[in-house]
């Protein structure tokens, strides 16, 4: 079965540590984002690459960062320098811009919800 | 700049009623525009997708969606409501290519369903 897998799916994080939510597809996606997700404020973009090795800022980049070694894989590390980090964190992952037919709809993970004690 | 505003943070319907979740665009291209459905403590799921073949749009679970130019609107729709179409939906659009493709999300209605 295809699909887009994170973990942990509930992860504490006590003040000061870092700490990183995996984010794994199967789909032979180019693309990959982390969106984060606060109440009553949709999503917002952290971080995206649209290939291997390559990674842009999203709007909300500040105290996180992220790596693309492999295609499959895209993990996001909440740095101690995030200073709120307690949301929900969103994987997706498209075909990317080398397979755009037109759109680039976005296929998402079943999230991670990150709590801060 | 494109962005995307979801009339309405919650909307109550009873069972059997119509549903009618609004959402504007602004885009200064011909947009892409989608609905998602998020149940509580998992991720999106898409609804439905507008790509300009047509200006309807049907999606699963039997919602639709309608493209209107002039409006500048996608309101999602569904004729009969059931319990199981509680949860928060999100519209959202891509341009064409100018942004490497990346969508821009609407804040999100939350759809409560009274028996």
């Not at chain 1, 000061?16 to 597809?25: A, D, I, K, R, Y």
Request: aromatic fraction near 12%; charge should be positive.
């Amino acid at each position: 079965d295809g699909g887009i897998t994170q973990s942990p799916k509930y992860l504490f994080r006590k003040e000061g540590q870092n700490v990183t939510l995996s984010c794994e597809q199967n789909l032979n996606h180019d693309a990959m984002y982390w969106y984060r997700q606060d109440p009553g404020q949709g999503l917002r973009l952290i971080y995206y690459s649209q290939i291997v090795n390559d990674f842009q800022k999203g709007d909300i980049a500040e105290g996180y960062s992220v790596s693309r070694e492999k295609k499959e894989s895209f993990p996001l590390t909440v740095t101690s320098a995030q200073k709120n980090p307690t949301a929900f964190y969103l994987c997706a992952s498209s075909p990317g811009l080398i397979r755009l037919a037109g759109y680039n709809e976005q296929f998402f993970g079943p999230g991670t919800r990150l709590t801060v004690l | 700049a494109q962005s995307v505003t979801q009339l309405g943070s919650h909307v109550s319907v009873s069972e059997g009623a119509l549903v009618l979740l609004r959402c504007n665009y602004s885009s200064s291209v011909p947009p892409y525009l989608f609905w998602y459905v998020q149940y509580p403590n998992q991720g999106l799921q898409l609804l439905l997708k507008y790509t300009s073949a047509a200006t309807l749009v049907k999606g699963i679970n039997g919602f639709e969606a309608e493209f209107k130019k002039s409006e500048t609107s996608f309101h999602l729709t569904k004729p009969s409501a059931h319990m199981s179409d509680a949860a928060e939906y999100f519209c959202a659009v891509s341009d064409r290519g100018g942004s490497q493709g990346n969508l821009i999300f609407g804040k999100g209605t939350k759809l409560s369903v009274k028996p």
